[in-house]
């Protein structure tokens, strides 16, 4: 594989992560039709299941990151097409995630 092919990789694994991650944390409530249910469910399984999400999520951001320095790592050696769509690929991600939490930051910190 070549280096300008790296950053795509890894968008592509970052994007099936975050696609397990949104399984992982709604799959819990997908049969549940009573909110004493939920509730219920979120104070066990459902718990868990948002918290293992959260890490398949930071595992994917870092995925994310690590596309961006291969990306850019190509772009060095050379420009390519593949390693800008790359680049553009993993920084929406870095950017929408790296916003949420800026503007969320009051609540979360």
């Known amino acids: ?12 694994i970052a ?37 293992a999400a959260t890490l398949f999520a930071m595992v994917a951001f870092v995925m994310n990151l690590l596309g961006v320095w291969t990306s850019l790592k190509a772009l060095r050696q050379g420009p390519s097409s ?7 690929l993993n920084l929406l991600p870095v950017v929408v995630i790296l916003s949420l939490l800026y503007s969320y930051r009051a609540m979360m910190f």
């Not at 909110?35 to 918290?51: S, T």
């Not at 593949?82 to 553009?88: D, E, H, I, S, V």
């Open 82 to 88: 593949k390693a800008t769509f790359g680049l553009l």
């Open 15 to 51: 994007a099936a992560i975050y696609l397990v991650s949104f399984f992982v944390a709604f799959a819990p409530y997908a049969f549940i039709q009573d909110p004493e249910q939920v509730a219920k469910m979120m104070g066990g399984a459902g718990g868990w299941a948002l918290i």
């Open 1 to 12: 594989m070549t280096p300008s092919n790296h950053g795509l990789k890894h968008f592509a």
